[in-house]
């Protein structure tokens, strides 16, 4: 489980790599753990199992933040499929919020998406988290889409954004 060359203003703050296309070695489960524990605390009406996540670790990109050794947040790049744009979702414990971690980890998917070739961004925020959906607004999302899903009462956003009008990262 190798980190993935990003450096922030955040000492400290690393990202790595939870699993692959390639198959989940043993190394990479203990990062889907943390990526499952950060999705399922942000996302409490989508919890995911195990296997749901191992699915997904291999057709999207799964990556976990750490502050020093401490967990603080995950992330999904999922690649464009027909019509639909990359998407870049990253999340943040919330005792970890405002500290510049978010926009650390949000840097680092807008760069996989731009070596995606990407020219539109779409992220997807719970209408119950007001803090992400302020966060995205601010960096130059729109919203596209609400909707809830079957057995759910909480929304989920649909933000897009155009690459080519976003600032590039800069580390």
Partial sequence: MGTSGYTS???????ERAGDSA???????????????????????APLSPDEVRERA????LDVAYLGDV????MTVRPAAGEDPVVVI???LPEHRGRGLGAALYEHGLA????????????????SNPEGLRFALARGFVEVDRYVLPGDTVAFVDLDLDL???PAATA
């Fill in 71 to 74: 967990l603080v947040g995950c």
């Fill in 90 to 92: 990253a999340r943040v």
């Fill in 112 to 127: 996989q998406a731009r070596e995606f070739g990407a020219a539109t961004v779409r992220t997807v925020v719970l209408e």
């Fill in 58 to 61: 291999g057709r999207n990109r």
């Fill in 164 to 166: 080519d009008l976003a």
């Fill in 23 to 45: 198959g989940v070695d043993a190394a990479a489960d203990g990062a889907l753990r943390d990526w499952r524990h950060v999705h399922n605390l942000v996302v409490p009406t």
């Fill in 9 to 15: 203003r955040t000492d400290g703050f690393r990202v």
